[in-house]
């Protein structure tokens, strides 16, 4: 998958886990969104940056609405994945960390992820409107 992820130049692109833990990326994900590289494995988590890194909020058109989608998809992926009981630490630690999170947890909102626009404020490239597409990647026997 890093060598799909690598053909797309232009592109921001990373490959995440059921709970949300980024585990690859391509370079213009590391330009536009966040050098990943740069984080602790455990911090390389959509969740945990949406709502614990002043940065990523920052860069948000709208960090409420933006927030709320991540946090109803999030909902989706971990019930697909049949990972509820994977991801309950991630869920209570960041209810104690963050109002907001525990709020929008509490909501039940669902929301399958799939295509969109996403637009940010970049710190140099300024206001950046890009197409989104979500997909999983089904992994079986071989």
């Given amino acids: 998958?890093?060598?799909?992820?690598?053909?797309?130049?232009?592109?921001?692109?990373?490959?995440?886990?059921?709970?949300?833990?980024v585990i690859a990326w391509n370079k213009a994900a590391a330009a536009v969104l966040t050098d990943y590289s740069t984080l602790p494995d455990g911090q390389r988590n959509v969740l945990r940056m949406m709502f614990r890194d002043s940065r990523v909020r920052a860069v948000q058109s709208n960090w409420q609405s933006v927030a709320r989608y991540v946090v109803a998809s999030f909902r989706v992926d971990v019930a697909r994945a049949g990972a509820a009981r994977d991801v309950?630490?991630?869920?209570?630690?960041?209810?104690?960390?963050?109002?907001?999170?525990?709020?929008?947890?509490?909501?039940?909102?669902?929301?399958?992820?799939?295509?969109?626009?996403?637009?940010?404020?970049?710190?140099?490239?300024?206001?950046?409107?890009?197409?989104?597409?979500?997909?999983?990647?089904?992994v079986g026997p071989t």
């Fill in 88 to 138: 309950q630490s991630l869920v209570d630690e960041l209810c104690a960390t963050s109002p907001e999170f525990a709020v929008m947890w509490r909501d039940n909102d669902v929301q399958v992820h799939g295509d969109g626009l996403k637009i940010l404020h970049h710190p140099i490239a300024g206001k950046l409107s890009m197409e989104f597409s979500g997909f999983a990647v089904e």
């Fill in 1 to 21: 998958m890093q060598r799909v992820l690598d053909t797309l130049d232009h592109s921001p692109a990373f490959i995440r886990t059921a709970i949300w833990d």
